[in-house]
DNA sequence: TCGTTGAGTCAACGCCTGTTGAGCGAATGG
DNA sequence: CCATTCGCTCAACAGGCGTTGACTCAACGA
């Protein structure tokens, strides 16, 4: 039953393994609540391998919510509001655990703290990228922040009012709100 | 030059300095990073002392963001949305320590999501009070979650692009996105 | 085949945490 | 004035944490 496997593949396997264990902990407890001894034990594995291939907390947390930049598109006038909606977790059950690890401890971990800012900062540029005025980049911060609350109150919050709620229904109520920040450039 | 105080009031004084310490650090850092031994230094007392007046430092955090419930007023048809932008720290600089402690321990700490969710349940309430139709509640949440997401953005994060951005600006910005959430009854 | 590598474990370290109990000394009240 | 209360400190405990070094043993390469 249980295959013998080369070392190389087997090292990747575990590696895996406690990267996964370690995002799932860190989504839901936290940095500080996560402890490298939890992991190791969700990941099956002594806590002294986690240190051995990561070197140590602070840097398995680094990998665990490293995040491909992934995205790109640079869309139009005020598709910006579709955008919006899609990026930051209005495809709400969608967002990946990487995140979630990250959003999880930005209240309360320093480095968490610098990841959420430079991210929040990216999507913040390609939104504003898309709007003209002085206040352009004001405006696109907001819009951001109101996903981020939403996010919050959906994703961490686990808000009553908010579970089971389609996700279309959502961007739909939301919609109107975002297309008045986005301003008055579409028609 | 030191006066010499009655034991009462002595006694009031110091606990009082414990709890303001204990605001500031669990608003600074969150429930985890602020160590009781940290609270008793910041107010000039030994940590046993804490315990001797708190019993825990559960307890120490539940008084610390104990908050006066305040508010009570029952706005009309859509002053909701003032309302909405007066409450959750748009008046920006003017949040409470002890909300503000709350707010940075609520993804992390158990007992401060409680109290989170037990707030926002409660703005929500007021909000989906002065709302008709039958997704008023879920209209309400997301009002309030907007206004979370602003807040944790500028008080918590403290995101440059919102650094010294005038309270009535943003609120400007907001109106009209909220208004649209609040429905369409106001002619 | 045999020495070497490297995945994985074990037991321990030092540190910091929340928490406790004994004690000191000044304000209190009869 | 004396016994008592009580604000406050000191020193210590037990437990959990991140981290480390020595070790085991199966896969590897020549």
Known sequence: MGEVLPRAERRRRTEGRILDAARSLFAEVGYERATIRAVAGAAGVDPALVMQYFGSKQKLFQQAVRVT??????????EVVEHVLGTLGVKMGELPQSSLAM?????????????ARRLLGEQ??????SLSGDDARLRASLMTLVMLGVTVGHQLLELEELRGVPPEEVARLLRPGLRALAGPEAP
């Open 69 to 78: 930049p992934a995205d790109g598109g640079e869309p139009g006038a005020d």
């Open 103 to 115: 959003l999880r401890s930005m209240l309360t971990h320093p480095e968490a703290a610098a990841s």
């Open 124 to 129: 913040i540029d390609r939104v504003a990228g």
